[in-house]
C-alpha cells in the first residue's frame, strides 16, 4: 500500500463536486476513481477495493446510507466518508453509527476536505497494518505451537527419561518415561516441585549436578543403583539450559537405564576370574610335579616320577581342552565360526561318535543302544557344529555314568524338529543343579564328580549351537538314577536376521 498510490472513489450525482474533489485529490497524489449516481458508485465501489470513498448522501436514484451499506457489506476495511448539506447532517450522523467514518458538510474548503481524507487514509492504513500484525503474531504463535509438540514428540520418543527443570525446582517438562522409570502413581505436570517427586537421592544428585553447572561443569554424570543387586542401575547427566544471554535459567537431565551394560561388565569381569582360576589349577599342579623332578625328591629312576608324568599329562590335557572350548565360545562369541549348512543324518553322526567313543565306553562296560524312527528326517545342520553337540552330550553320559550302565540314544520327528534323546543310567543330579547346568563353567561338585575331569564350558557351548538353531535343550534327571538329555532341533534351517 505504501507504494502504490491511495484509491479515492467519489460518488456524487454533482458534477461539479465531483470534478472539483477528481482535481483536488490528483495534485494530492491520490487516484481517483468517480461514480456520478449512487448505483454505479455501487457496482464500481463493488468491483475493487477503495481506501477512501466519499458518498454523497443525497442522491436521486439512491441515497448515500444504502450506498454505504452496500459497499460496506462488500468491503468493510474501505473508510467511508458521507458527505452532506447540513440540512442532512443528522442522518450523516447516523451514518457513522452504521460504519461510516466521518461526515463532511458542505460547503468545504479544499484545505478541509483534504485533511479529513487524509485523516481517514492514515485510520485506514492503521487498522491494515494492526491487521498484518496480528496476523504475524498468530502466525508466530502457530509456528511456536507446532515446534512445541514437534519437540514433545521427540522427548516422549526418547527412551530415556527426560526432563527440564526451572531455577525454582520446577519441573518444566518431563516425558513418560521419567514417570515410569520412578513408578509415580499421577502424571508429571509442568510446575510440580522436584522434592515433590523424586527421592532424597536424586534430589541431592540434582543438587550436585545444579551446583557443579553453576561453576561451569557443562554436563555432569552419575551412575547408581536404584534397586540392589544389579537389579536396575541408572545413569543421570544433567546439563545447564541457557537463554541467549548465556545465563542459566533452567537444567535439563536425562536418565537412563544401564543395568544391561553394567551386567554385561560384571558377566565380563566373572568370566575373566573364572578363566584365570581354572587355568592355574592344573598349571600350579604339573608346575608342583616339575618342581619335585627337578629336584629329584624320588632319586634318578625316571621311572619312579611315572605317576607324576602321567598327572601331568592329564592336567594338560584337560587345559588344552578347555582352550579349545575357550576358543570355541569366544569366535562363536565374535561371530567368526563359518558354518557349512548341510542336510545332515542323525544316525551317521551318533555311530560315528559312537565308534569314536566306543574305547571309553567298553573300559566302562557300558552299554550303548540307539533307536530311530524309520522316517527320520535328515536336519539342516553344520556338521561339525552337530557332531560336537552329540559327542559333548555321549561323552557326558559315560564320563557321568556308572560301571556297567547303560546309555541310550532315540531319535523322532516332532511337527516340524527332530527330538534327540541321550539317556544314561548314571549318577544323575539334583533339581536345583539343573538350573544352572548350561551356564559357563558350572560343574556339580560332589564325591563322585571329584575325580572326573572336565571344563564345565561343555553344555554351554551344547546350548549354544542349539538356540542358534532355533532349537532348544532340556535335562531331566533324578539324583542317584541317571539323566536324560533332550534336544530339539527344526529340521530346516532359519537363517537369523
Ligand atoms: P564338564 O563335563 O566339562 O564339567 P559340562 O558343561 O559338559 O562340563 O557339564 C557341566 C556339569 O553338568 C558337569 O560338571 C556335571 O556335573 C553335570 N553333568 C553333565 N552331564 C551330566 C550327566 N549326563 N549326568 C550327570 N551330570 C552331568
Do not use: C
Not at 537412563?256 to 600350579?284: G, I, Y
Not at 565374535?334 to 571309553?360: C, F, K, N, W, Y
Not at 564345565?456 to 538314577?481: A, C, F, M, P
Amino acid at each position: 500500500m505504501e507504494d502504490s498510490k491511495p484509491r479515492l472513489l467519489v460518488i456524487d450525482d454533482e458534477l461539479g463536486m465531483r470534478e472539483g474533489i477528481r482535481r483536488i485529490f490528483r495534485l494530492e497524489g491520490y487516484d481517483v476513481t468517480v461514480a456520478e449516481n449512487g448505483s454505479d458508485g455501487v457496482a464500481i465501489g463493488s468491483e475493487q477495493e477503495f481506501d477512501v470513498a466519499l458518498i454523497d448522501l443525497k442522491m436521486p436514484d439512491m441515497d448515500g446510507l444504502t450506498v454505504l451499506r452496500r459497499l460496506r457489506d462488500r468491503f468493510p476495511d474501505t473508510e467511508y466518508m458521507i458527505i452532506t448539506a447540513f440540512a442532512g447532517i443528522d442522518t450523516a450522523v447516523e451514518a457513522t453509527k452504521h460504519g461510516a467514518y466521518t461526515y463532511i458538510p458542505k460547503p468545504f474548503t479544499p484545505d478541509q476536505i483534504v485533511f479529513e481524507v487524509n485523516r481517514a487514509l492514515g485510520k485506514r492504513r492503521l487498522t491494515l497494518e494492526t491487521r498484518e500484525l496480528r496476523a504475524e503474531q498468530e502466525r508466530r504463535l502457530l509456528e511456536i505451537s507446532q515446534e512445541k509438540s514437534r519437540l514433545r514428540t521427540i522427548i516422549n520418543a526418547i527412551n530415556d527419561a527426560v526432563f527440564v527443570t526451572n531455577l525454582e525446582d520446577e519441573i518444566v517438562l518431563a516425558n513418560p518415561q521419567t514417570r515410569a522409570l520412578f513408578d509415580f502413581p499421577s502424571t508429571i505436570k509442568a510446575g510440580d516441585k522436584i522434592s515433590d517427586l523424586f527421592p532424597e537421592e536424586v534430589i541431592g544428585l540434582i543438587r550436585e549436578a545444579q551446583e557443579k553447572t553453576r561453576q561451569g561443569i557443562e554436563l555432569v554424570s552419575h551412575e547408581w543403583e536404584m534397586r540392589p543387586n544389579l537389579e536396575l542401575v541408572v545413569q543421570m547427566k544433567t546439563a545447564p539450559v541457557k537463554d541467549t544471554e548465556g545465563s542459566i535459567i533452567g537444567f535439563v537431565s536425562t536418565i537412563q537405564d544401564v543395568t544391561q551394560l553394567k551386567r554385561l561388565d560384571m558377566q565380563k569381569s566373572q568370566f575373566v576370574s573364572m578363566v584365570a582360576h581354572e587355568l592355574k589349577a592344573p598349571v600350579a599342579a604339573v608346575s608342583g610335579y616339575l618342581e619335585s623332578m627337578h629336584g629329584q625328591l624320588l632319586g634318578d629312576d625316571i621311572a619312579a616320577y611315572a605317576k607324576m608324568i602321567h598327572r601331568s599329562r592329564e592336567r594338560l590335557q584337560a587345559l588344552i581342552d578347555l582352550v579349545n572350548d575357550l576358543l570355541n565360545i569366544s569366535r562363536r562369541d565374535l561371530g567368526t565360526i563359518r558354518r557349512e549348512i548341510t542336510a545332515v543324518h542323525i544316525p551317521e553322526i551318533v555311530e560315528s561318535t559312537q565308534e569314536l567313543l566306543q574305547g571309553e565306553m567298553d573300559q566302562r562296560t557300558l552299554a550303548f543302544t540307539a533307536e530311530y524312527e524309520d522316517a527320520l528326517p535328515t536336519i539342516d545342520v553344520d556338521r561339525d557344529e552337530f557332531t560336537r553337540v552329540i559327542t559333548n552330550l555321549i561323552s557326558n553320559a559315560i564320563k557321568y555314568n556308572r560301571e556297567g550302565g547303560r546309555i541310550r540314544v532315540h531319535a523322532a520327528r516332532e511337527d516340524d524338529s527332530v527330538r534327540i534323546a541321550i539317556s544314561d543310567t548314571g549318577i544323575g543330579m539334583k533339581a536345583e543343579e539343573q538350573e544352572m547346568l548350561f551356564r559357563q563353567f558350572y560343574r556339580i561338585k560332589n564325591d563322585e564328580t571329584r575325580t572326573i575331569p572336565g571344563t564345565g564350558l561343555g553344555l554351554s557351548i551344547v546350548k549354544q549351537i542349539v538356540d542358534s538353531y532355533h532349537g532348544n535343550i532340556r535335562v531331566e534327571s533324578r539324583w542317584g538314577e541317571g539323566s536324560t538329555f533332550v534336544l530339539r532341533i527344526p529340521v530346516r534351517f532359519v537363517e537369523e536376521d
